[in-house]
């Protein structure tokens, strides 16, 4: 299976389970893996038979920047579940970075993996 990769991805949204976080936007960082075949776009050139990864970014951004969970876990679920879902990702790994969580930690975050390769 090859993997379409989309690194880097930096979203604003409300979340933290502290009141101060409540009130504010903190950025989060994403790094997304996923599972798809690409042996038939490439043999076509064909848009409709590969992974569109813009789409996929704004899905990823319109689903973060709406949301306002208390807890990285509960959003990262909600990511891998609309893109298995959405996009028919069989298998997909996703790192959520919150910088800055904890005061003397440069990265603190979450990877996870759903699904099969």
């Known amino acids: 299976m090859d993997i379409i990769f989309l690194g880097g991805l930096e979203v604003e949204t409300v979340i933290g389970i502290y009141d101060w976080e409540r009130k504010i936007k903190q950025k989060i960082i994403l790094d997304l893996e996923m599972a798809h075949d690409i042996q038939q776009a490439a043999a076509t050139d064909d848009i409709s038979y590969a992974l569109d990864y813009k789409a996929v970014s704004d899905r990823?951004?319109?689903?973060?920047?709406?949301?306002?969970?208390?807890?990285?876990e509960?959003?990262?679920?909600?990511?891998?579940?609309?893109l298995r879902q959405e996009f028919h990702i069989p298998w997909i790994k996703i790192r959520l970075n919150k910088k800055g969580a904890i005061t003397?930690?440069?990265d603190v975050g979450i990877i996870i993996e759903r699904g099969q390769k």
């Open 60 to 72: 990823v951004v319109e689903l973060v920047e709406s949301s306002e969970y208390f807890l990285v």
């Open 104 to 106: 003397r930690a440069q």
């Open 74 to 82: 509960t959003l990262i679920e909600k990511i891998a579940d609309t």
